[in-house]
């Protein structure tokens, strides 16, 4: 098993960053890429960015392109997702997830952190 927790949520004002933060233990080790999810009120979950352990090839979704960045410290297991020029449609819970497959299909998710953006 994987587990995921993520933190580093919280209020902020428009235009205004944050860095979320999702430590991973248990079999990590067994997982090749790891990706940030995003589910605001009353709207279905919707990818935000991916990224591989190794190689930290990136892929992400194109309403955070160019604000959003993921990363990740292999020797710590965490993967990282600054936030820069946060707007208001940024509010929603952000959740970390874990995949061992050679798909995207991801079998490990994080409890969430809620991300709120004022105007």
């Known amino acids: 098993q994987v587990q995921l927790v993520e933190s580093g949520g919280g209020l902020v004002q428009g235009g205004g960053s944050l860095r979320l933060s999702c430590a991973a233990s248990?079999?990590?080790?067994?997982?090749?890429?790891m990706a940030w999810f995003r589910q605001a009120p009353g709207k279905e979950r919707e990818f935000v960015a991916r990224?591989?352990?190794?190689?930290?090839?990136?892929h992400y979704a194109d309403s955070v392109k160019g604000r959003f960045t993921i990363s990740r410290d292999n020797a710590k297991n965490t993967v990282y997702l600054q936030m820069n020029s946060l707007k208001p449609e940024d509010t929603a819970v952000y959740f970390c997830?874990?995949?061992?497959?050679?798909?995207?299909?991801?079998?490990?998710w994080g409890q969430g952190t809620q991300v709120t953006v004022s105007l």
């Open positions: 990224i591989r352990w190794s190689g930290g090839n990136t």
């Open positions: 248990g079999r990590s080790f067994s997982t090749n890429v």
């Open positions: 997830a874990a995949t061992s497959s050679s798909s995207y299909t991801f079998d490990y």
